[in-house]
């Protein structure tokens, strides 16, 4: 038997050729090809010039265990489903908060509780809590009991469904991580997916606090949560949604075990095009989120003009410059604009060039799905702004820039499979 010693002697000695991988029936060895001098010649070896180190670690019980692998998991279906359940929750919870900010509820429960707040049950409680809301800065000071009602039970499902989401990502991830389905590159996305969530709550608490401070001074100010907290809430929801989606999409549509990714020139166009409507359907949403904080869909109503002009007098009108593109709702408003038109027509350009590349089926009717998302995006946009943010409206057009951005990643993801080749 070699010891660890033997073999740094003849490590000096030894030069290195081919790599070879051998699999074993409990463990899967790496293994190199050496070759040597005669003159190191022990009695297993004589009269040979090579060796592999892979017998060595073989014949030593407890070198093998440090040098083994251990079997390679797969992560079962179950978890994949659990991963697509939870991303439609997270996808409704985006519809909800849209909607609680377009009712203005998000401020009229001005208290946070890790475990839920207490639910009013009697005219009395009822009466304290719309005391408490009464104390804060609001937009409508003559607001009735009843009209208070109504916007706290829409910010209380909100919430409610929030804490939905945590308990059905943690309790879970929790079972499989315990039974062992999860293997090692699953367990880090889990770990992820739940420090999101976490962080996801305090963020909507953060920006609501916004609104509770008592910075509304001037007379045009409207009490509103601070649209830098909106656009860093509405973001950690996409990124929560579209890792769980794409996690899913990783176990129920996996790549191939038993093939290599190689690099496909007949596909580079579509895969940076694909993945660069990706991008802009994400930063657009995130400019929407900034035009919803400063309610900068009501300034100019009219398209493709602001107005009576292409191009509107006051879209620089504060001071320094870089104000503007955060804090200026005409601003907000053209660059929205600007970047919901560069993305449709990216959307078209890609469903253009999916008919004259070989892509499969299922990639085929994704890229034009996604170029008649963004015509359909595009459209409710418009209508949405020369209606007068309707309520209906802006929440379908909210959920569309998640729809166009969930065929988007399914797209990347079927066109990463076709780079997949058998080995």
């Not at 010039?49 to 992560?75: D, L, M, Y």
């Not at 079972?175 to 709550?201: E, N, P, T």
């Not at 009501?298 to 504060?318: C, H, Q, T």
């Not at 408003?333 to 999916?354: E, I, K, N, S, Y």
Request: glycine residues 6%.
């Amino acid at each position: 038997m070699w010891s660890l010693a033997h073999i740094c002697r003849c490590s000096q000695s030894v030069r290195v050729a081919h790599s070879k991988v051998l699999n074993n029936v409990g463990t899967r060895l790496i293994s190199r090809e050496l070759t040597t001098p005669t003159r190191f010649n022990v009695v297993s070896l004589r009269n040979t010039k090579t060796f592999r180190i892979s017998e060595v670690i073989k014949s030593n019980g407890i070198i093998a265990r440090f040098c083994a692998s251990g079997p390679k998991q797969k992560p079962s279906k179950a978890v994949g489903y659990w991963l697509l359940g939870c991303s439609g929750m997270v996808f409704t919870a985006v519809v909800l908060g849209g909607v609680t900010r377009l009712t203005e509820s998000g401020l009229s429960m001005v208290t946070w509780r890790l475990l839920g707040e207490s639910l009013p049950t009697t005219e009395e409680q009822w009466q304290q809590e719309f005391e408490k809301y009464k104390q804060f800065p609001d937009k409508n000071q003559s607001m009735t009991l009843s009209e208070f009602k109504w916007i706290w039970w829409m910010e209380y499902l909100h919430r409610s469904w929030g804490r939905c989401i945590g308990a059905a990502v943690f309790l879970p991830a929790a079972f499989f991580w315990r039974k062992g389905f999860l293997d090692i590159h699953m367990k880090r996305r889990v770990s992820v997916y739940c420090a999101l969530v976490a962080v996801q709550g305090l963020m909507g608490w953060y920006m609501v606090k916004s609104g509770l401070e008592d910075r509304f001074q001037g007379p045009s100010d409207v009490p509103r949560v601070s649209q830098y907290r909106l656009a860093a809430h509405l973001g950690l929801a996409f990124v929560l949604y579209l890792g769980l989606l794409s996690g899913a999409l990783r176990v129920l549509r996996p790549f191939p075990a038993a093939a290599t990714l190689h690099k496909m020139k007949d596909l580079r166009s579509v895969t940076a095009l694909a993945h660069t409507v990706k991008a802009m359907a994400f930063f657009t949403a995130i400019s929407g989120a900034f035009v919803a904080g400063l309610d900068a869909g009501l300034v100019y109503n009219s398209f493709p003009k602001m107005g009576e002009r292409w191009l509107p007098e006051d879209i620089l009108a504060l001071t320094p410059t870089r104000r503007n593109f955060t804090e200026n709702p005409t601003t907000v408003q053209f660059d929205h604009r600007v970047l919901g038109t560069a993305t449709l027509a990216a959307a078209t350009t890609l469903a253009l060039l999916a008919r004259r590349r070989t892509l499969s089926p299922p990639a085929t009717t994704l890229a034009y799905a996604v170029g008649a998302m963004a015509w359909a995006q595009v459209c409710l946009g418009i209508a949405t702004l020369v209606t007068y943010v309707p309520t209906p409206l802006a929440a379908s057009h909210q959920a569309g820039s998640l729809t166009l951005l969930t065929l988007a990643l399914c797209l990347t993801h079927e066109i990463k499979l076709l780079k997949y080749i058998p080995k």
